[in-house]
């Protein structure tokens, strides 16, 4: 039987994993191969499931990050300024700004409307790196240099 398992492991490119003490063997593909398809072979561009780093990283990441570059702004500028003009002792002046700052970030984060908002674009800027295979932060890049030479 195992010889059998082997030769399709060989013909499909997965490998065998043991799943009970019996001896039966299962076929797994690997993880590369799962997520093939599209015109660069990196997904399938209108996908729209996540995996569980998607979810539970990637995306609360885009939150605070969008939080804190759209919607608290004057929060991150006057604990900024606040720190700069402390030195070592922000940490006992600057309560108030870092506390009107976590404020701001928790309302945004707790956010559902603003949560599902960064999820699409989110799903935008994967869909279209799954379609065109350059990421956003070359695209950026191109986009500058584009502008600078004309």
Same mark, same amino acid.
């Given at each position: =039987? ?6 399709? !492991? ?6 065998? %994993?043991?799943?009970?003490? $019996?001896?039966?063997? &299962? ?23 996540? &995996? ?14 969008? %939080?804190? *570059?759209?919607? $608290? /702004?004057?929060?991150? *500028?006057? @604990?900024?300024? !606040?720190? $700069?003009? #402390?030195?070592?002792? =922000? ?12 404020? !701001?970030?928790?309302?945004? @984060?707790?956010?559902?409307? @603003?949560?599902?908002? !960064? ?7 994967? #869909? ?6 350059? /990421?956003?932060? &070359? &695209?950026?890049?191109?986009? %500058?240099?584009? %502008?600078? #030479? =004309?």
């Amino acid at each position: =039987m195992t010889i059998v398992v082997l030769e399709i !492991c060989r013909i499909t490119g997965g490998y065998v %994993s043991k799943v009970c003490v $019996c001896g039966s063997y &299962r076929l797994k593909t690997p993880t590369n191969q799962r997520r093939r398809g599209g015109p660069h072979g990196l997904g399938d561009p209108d996908d729209l499931s996540l &995996r569980k780093v998607e979810e539970n990283v990637l995306i609360p990441k885009l939150i605070r990050e969008v %939080s804190r *570059q759209e919607k $608290c /702004t004057e929060e991150v *500028q006057a @604990f900024t300024q !606040c720190c $700069c003009d #402390s030195g070592l002792l =922000m940490v006992v002046k600057c309560r108030n700004e870092n506390n009107l700052l976590k404020e !701001c970030l928790a309302k945004w @984060f707790t956010n559902t409307e @603003f949560a599902a908002a !960064c999820k699409q674009r989110y799903l935008a800027e994967r #869909s279209e790196y799954r379609r065109t295979g350059i /990421t956003k932060k &070359r &695209r950026e890049y191109n986009q %500058s240099v584009n %502008s600078e #030479s =004309m």
